[in-house]
Nanobody
Framework: QVQLVESGGGLVQTGGSLRLSCAAS????????MGWFRQAPGKEREFVAR????????DYADSVKGRFTISRDNAKNTVYPQMNSLKPEDTAVYYC?????????WGRGTQVTVSS
């Protein structure tokens, strides 16, 4: 079993920044890639960013490239997306994700609201 707990969401103005966190437990964190997804009201969940197990390789959705940076601290079992230059269209519930042995694990999400 893997447990993922997101934190750091909140209300921010357009152009502002937020740093989310996802704390993982239950497995050897450093063995697995970690990802972030988001879901806006009335829309499907979409990919945001991903980082490989050792943090050397990252991947981003086109909509966040150049604004979001994903990183991880394997000593703390935590993954962080730093979100800068936020836009109203970034408003969503943000979810942490990992896949272990073909099973996807999700946190409960953290709300990010960007006011215009």
């Amino acid at each position: 079993q893997v447990q993922l707990v997101e934190s750091g969401g909140g209300l921010v103005q357009t152009g502002g920044s937020l740093r989310l966190s996802c704390a993982a437990s239950g497995r050897t964190f450093s063995n697995y890639a970690m990802g972030w997804f988001r879901q806006a009201p009335g829309k499907e969940r979409e990919f945001v960013a991903r980082i490989n197990s050792y943090g050397a390789i990252t991947d981003y959705a086109d909509s966040v490239k150049g604004r979001f940076t994903i990183s991880r601290d394997n000593a703390k079992n935590t993954v962080y997306p730093q979100m800068n230059s936020l836009k109203p269209e970034d408003t969503a519930v943000y979810y942490c994700n990992t896949r272990v042995l073909d099973t996807d694990y999700w946190g409960r999400g953290t709300q990010v609201t960007v006011s215009s």
